[in-house]
Nanobody, 116 residues
Framework: QVQLVESGGGLVQAGGSLRLSCAAS??????????MAWYRQAPGKQRELVAS???????NYADSVKGRFTISRDNAKNAVYLQMNSLKSEDTAVYYC????????WGQGTQVTVSS
């Protein structure tokens, strides 16, 4: 069983920055080969893909966060990160990590609240 634990969220003013962390633990054998991604879900909205990173480091971002967010990974630590800069109120959501091609149980997520 793989567990995902997100952390690093909080309350920040518009224009500020946060760095989110996702730590995977449990029965992990192929983390380095798996694509990883950050998702977010705001109240009343569907969970959406924010950013993804494949095993070779290639990244992809939703248009809404391009130029502001950076996803990265540390395979030795079974971790993925999301650096968020120039935050906007519309970034307010619960942020989750997972592997798009091999989804496991969702973690609790970490709340990001951006005040205007």
């Amino acid at each position: 069983q793989v567990q995902l634990v997100e952390s690093g969220g909080g309350l920040v003013q518009a224009g500020g920055s946060l760095r989110l962390s996702c730590a995977a633990s449990g029965s992990i054998f192929g983390f380095r080969f798996a694509a990883m991604a950050w998702y977010r879900q705001a109240p009343g909205k569907q969970r959406e893909l924010v950013a993804s990173i494949v095993s070779d480091g290639t990244t992809n971002y939703a248009d809404s966060v391009k130029g502001r967010f950076t996803i990265s990974r540390d395979n030795a630590k079974n971790a993925v990160y999301l650096q968020m800069n120039s935050l906007k109120s519309e970034d307010t959501a619960v942020y989750y990590c997972n592997s798009p091609g091999n989804l496991v149980s969702w973690g609790q997520g970490t709340q990001v609240t951006v005040s205007s």
